[in-house]
């Protein structure tokens, strides 16, 4: 009801094929952005997009870590649902490193093969993350156009142990990381979100002198570790390295929604901005974000790792200076950019996202619980403002003990907890209005811990009774997989011998 | 150089007796403003009020602490000079409850008794804080006027071993709160902010109708615990009474500015917004606020102890939507304040405040330590982003085992010390720009800590070697000296008799 302050949008709001500007953030957390209480406050491009747009509170990703949070935002389906997890070990968070051997499964329908159909075309700038082996390139699940690379840009490897990873145009690499394409770890420089940018702008216009609409998915990598920026930002942020990556990724995010402006288009174009997991506080301070006032961060299924900033931009159709309390998704993404080029959602299968469109053109308020994975578990549960968690973990005292810190600087007894521990028979609940970061369970024998689990017991009962999991794609790994010899590397000279065979169960710590 | 980005405003600029209007909030985070992120974000009118004025991100006050808080302010000094402070302990945080004997000393000059110079009527609205013996009454510091109470609204006493706490209307009491200003401490109603506001539109209205220059002074209390807000308020915040109260005070903030719109004096009036400590976590999360990243709280001198939220407001003079990174300080308030009035400070005692009107007007940045003082003791520094711990403790293993907690869920290994930790001869030193949150301090043997601890190092030498120590005030304590006869007790029959003088040393456990 806060926000039912403006009158129905008539024929504007009924564009029915708006180009769609998913700009995808890497382990950027809530609290980065100035207008989320950065305290540098460095973001005067996001900040701006939020002031002119919608900003979401109460935004979140499918999963705390990249890749199923990736192949969730495509789907429209959680991580469980579309085969982006582990059975390998109990509640898990696995991702598709180089020696993954699966990765998004033919029978899922990505939001770009869906688009084409009402006459998109599709362009993925940065990081795809939904397996490397030919079967699932990009361009074979909707994608029209690609630069960017498979995984993410650990590295320099040896080339003989471990390739290092490539940068594809389309259907063929270019080069690779380190190699072609530099990222110099002692200074952090990389042009590589200039690269990024130059891409989308001339995708845009391209499409724009083409007339014809466009979904442009913009997954930049320059603040996951190691984290990187341009020469002309480095050194600019008070925050150091990380914020110089923040910078200019503010300024690109800047130049983007300028270009589509002066080009006319930015009344047809609906961008939005998020994440794809909370910070990675284990990075921090020199190469890891903020999740503000939150719990821990990535890896977790405390707000910290996903609760995501979020922005909808959309001049002419979005009044300016809008706030949404809105439970959203990532998934919604997928749901409400269909809704945007007038296509239904499929029918035949689960789609956990929902259309957000009457929430960001006509205010309103929808009903619905967020989920919080890990792996093959459900974590946690958010209804409204309260947060029942079922199982808690942070990560194991082994790996605590090898300084892996999920929640640096951050301990709450019996929350944070270094053991797996079931509260399925009575669950931690969190009242996330007066107790945002997680610190305060309820009383079990209150009665507003009564009503509130009464609620939310029926909302999970329904998901389990009706869940279909997915295969799991993320159990198996094996050295000959990796990127040895993507196609086009013999024209290059960038081919490398693969080792034999030898499929293993990956091994997932967390 | 971020900031310089408006020309000289000329004759707008020196405007030699604008009024002056400081919105002091008690015990109010840093992250409890939509605007710094916290995420209900339910203070659009001072969200609204920063984006027409100046937001300072890095603003503190002078105590973690009420009562040498609000003494800072008034006479622009640091507590140990002006007395507020005690010398029962190390390190103890004192203030004045109603069995404290001491005060503002005579021989302190108050920024209402140097405005009244200057032609200003003054006006006191809310706690004073400063003693409440007769010869500390804000009446007899420059105030012309007053309606508020001494002390802080703890209770219901007893009126035996306790007297509730008097409310004065200028020199006289009115009541008692409980019994005749009630605070209902079940559900939290009470309806004294809009007393306070109704006081301050009054207060403004007479003002503008005698073209008289004025000071009001607005220190509000109630996001102190216990916490209250008025009917119409209740229950209408995400954060429970603690979020009501503040959108109550928000709301009342917006009446203030608009007001003074209304009666077409806004471009002639500095407001000023701030709090007088950070939230108090021990009373979280229903009677507590939030200091969104920064660690700890009231009572500590780590960020969320003393960084406070801070917006200047002065239509026609502040371009809208400036933010600035100037070290501030609620003791710049007294020393902004008086040149605002055209007055300069008293040149015969060293005053910490710096004028903030460059900063205001032109964007400049002026180099300024900041120093974190806990009672007797200087317990850390900043200066730039760098700040170095000289001692740290957060409370005692003993309080702490009485749940007393200032840093709740949060921990962070020889730094949040529950015995007083000194580091007088290595400094803990943190970069607040990469770790607000205090939580990673740097290497002793980097080139950083070296360059960064020489500066520090000769800032603290100079700041010692010229400080003068006030006498403290705040040591002795007596039953007798309690609100039991308040001037105008007599004609309301609410006279109480007092026991006899005992004077104790006052126990300060923190």
Redesign the interface.
């Known amino acids: 009801p806060l926000c039912l302050c403006w009158a129905l949008l008539g024929p504007a709001a009924a564009a029915a094929t708006a180009n769609i500007v998913l700009l995808l953030m890497d382990d950027m957390g809530w609290?980065d952005l100035?207008?989320?209480?950065?305290?540098?406050?460095e973001t005067p491009n996001l900040d701006q997009m939020a002031a002119e747009g919608m900003?979401f509170?109460?935004f979140y990703t499918a999963s705390p870590l990249c890749s199923p949070s990736r192949a969730a935002l495509l789907t429209g389906r959680l991580p469980v649902r579309n085969g982006f997890y582990t059975t390998n070990g109990h509640a898990r968070n696995a991702y598709t490193p180089q020696d993954i051997v699966g990765g998004i499964p033919d029978s899922e329908l990505l939001l770009p093969e869906l688009l084409k159909k009402a006459g998109y075309t599709n362009k993925i700038i940065g990081k795809w993350h939904l397996g490397h082996q030919p079967q699932f390139h990009p361009l074979r699940h909707g994608f029209d156009e690609w630069f960017g690379s498979p995984n993410c840009h650990f590295g320099p490897y040896d080339n003989r142990e471990r390739p290092n990873i490539p940068l594809y145009r389309d259907w063929e690499m270019l080069g690779r990381y380190y190699e072609d394409f530099k990222i110099d770890l002692k200074t952090g420089e990389s042009n590589l979100t200039q690269l990024y940018l130059q891409e989308a702008l001339d995708f845009i216009s391209k499409q724009q002198a083409s007339q014809q609409p466009f979904f442009l998915y913009w997954a930049i990598d320059a603040t996951h570790a190691p984290v990187y920026a341009s020469k002309q930002f480095l050194g600019t942020?008070?925050?150091?390295l990380?914020?110089d990556a923040v910078r200019e990724i503010d300024d690109s995010v800047g130049k983007i929604l300028k270009h589509l402006q002066q080009l006319g288009i930015s009344e047809n174009t609906f961008v939005f901005f998020t994440s794809d997991n909370g910070a990675a506080l284990i990075s921090?301070?020199?190469q890891g974000g903020?999740n503000?006032?939150?719990?821990c961060g990535k890896q977790t299924t405390f707000e910290g790792g996903m609760r995501e900033p979020a922005i909808a931009w959309w001049p002419g159709h979005i009044p300016a200076g809008q706030?949404s309390?809105q439970l959203g998704s990532v998934m919604d993404l997928f749901s409400t950019s269909l809704s945007l080029a007038g296509l239904q959602p499929p029918s035949d299968r689960q789609i956990d996202g929902i259309d957000l469109l009457p929430v960001i053109l006509q205010g309103q308020l929808i009903d619905r619980p967020i989920f919080y994975y890990r792996g093959n578990e459900l974590m946690a549960v958010r209804s409204g403002?309260y947060k029942a968690h079922y199982w808690t973990w942070s990560n194991s005292w082994e790996e605590l003990g090898k300084g892996i810190d999920f929640c640096?600087?951050?301990?709450?007894a019996g929350v944070t907890t270094h053991t797996q521990e079931e509260h399925t028979y009575l669950p931690l609940l969190f009242?996330?209005?007066?107790?945002?970061?997680e610190?305060?369970p309820l009383s079990f024998a209150s009665e507003e811990y009564q009503q509130a689990m009464e609620h939310i017991s029926g909302l999970v009962q329904q998901h389990k009774d009706t869940l279909v999991p997915g295969q799991p794609q993320l159990n198996v790994c094996d050295q000959a997989v990796m990127n040895w010899s993507p196609p086009g590397c013999e024209k290059l000279g960038k081919c490398l011998k693969a080792p034999e065979s030898d499929p293993k169960k990956c091994s997932w710590p967390h």
């Open positions: 609290g100035g207008a989320l209480g950065e305290p540098s406050k900003l509170l109460d942020s008070q925050r150091g990380y914020g921090a301070p020199k903020s503000g006032p939150f719990l706030v309390h403002l640096p600087g951050q301990s709450v009242h996330l209005g007066r107790d945002p970061g610190k305060y």
